[in-house]
Antibody, heavy 121, light 107 residues
Framework: QVQLVESGGGVVQPGKSLRLSCAAS????????FHWVRQAPGKGLEWLAV????????YYADSVKGRFSISRDNSKNTIYLQMNSLRDADTAVYYC??????????????WGQGTLVTVSS | DIQMTQSPSSLSASVGDRVTITCRAS??????LAWFQQKPGKAPRSLIY???SLQGGVSAKFSGSGSGTDFNLTISSLQPEDFATYFC?????????FGGGTKVEIK
């Protein structure tokens, strides 16, 4: 069965960096793109970024463009979110999600359980 | 960027009620709209894609309709396990965007 497991969350000071990981299993990893979505405490969902199946295309929300970077390692079936210059407003649960379509972009059909990032001094 | 507006932001309903949630896009998104359900402390779960297609394993009491800019999610007969928050998302163009959510509570 499809499984996505995020890791790497924790408490980090403002201005610092953090890298989140998402390990995928149960399907053919190289056929799918992946998304990162976050949810601040008590708030709605905010889409952050997507990477294509081959890693050649990436798109970002304006709120994180230039600070966050999505990448993938097809040899490890893992997706990453590199987060730099973190701010208090980046405090949230971060979810990775599989893109539904093979070889193109679609919606998020399977989600991980999320990892909490707290930005605080 | 495409703005997604959901209404209402919350509603109270009874078990057995028929409930409809609306999502409006700021521009034409054809049928590239998904609906998600989220329960407290849990990850979102996909319910509907391409405006009206049911995700595998999802109960047929959920249905979606609409195209262009106006969309609906209907729950035909609300059950205790359906009390949750529902989000729409457009995937017509990047950046993808979510609606603000609709919290369905027990009356």
């Amino acid at each position: 069965q499809v499984q996505l497991v995020e890791s790497g969350g924790g408490v980090v000071q403002p201005g610092k960096s953090l890298r989140l990981s998402c390990a995928a299993s149960g399907f053919t990893f190289v056929r799918h793109g992946f998304h990162w979505v976050r949810q601040a405490p008590g708030k709605g969902l905010e889409w952050l970024a997507v990477i294509s199946f081959d890693g050649n295309s990436e798109y970002y929300a304006d709120s994180v463009k230039g600070r966050f970077s999505i990448s993938r390692d097809n040899s490890k079936n893992t997706i990453y979110l590199q987060m730099n210059s973190l701010r208090d407003a980046d405090t949230a649960v971060y979810y990775c999600a599989r893109d539904s379509k093979e070889y193109r972009f679609g919606y998020s059909d399977y989600w991980g359980q999320g990892t909490l990032v707290t930005v605080s001094s | 960027d495409i703005q997604m507006t959901q209404s209402p932001s919350s509603l109270s309903a009874s078990v057995g009620d028929r409930v409809t949630i609306t999502c409006r896009a700021s521009q034409d998104i054809r049928s590239f709209l998904a609906w998600f359900q989220q329960k407290p402390g849990k990850a979102p779960r996909s319910l509907i894609y391409y405006a009206s297609s049911l995700q595998g394993g999802v109960s047929a009491k959920f249905s979606g309709s609409g195209s262009g800019t106006d969309f609906n999610l209907t729950i035909s007969s609300l059950q205790p396990e359906d009390f949750a928050t529902y989000f729409c998302q457009q995937y017509n163009s990047h950046p993808l965007t979510f609606g603000g959510g609709t919290k369905v509570e027990i009356k």
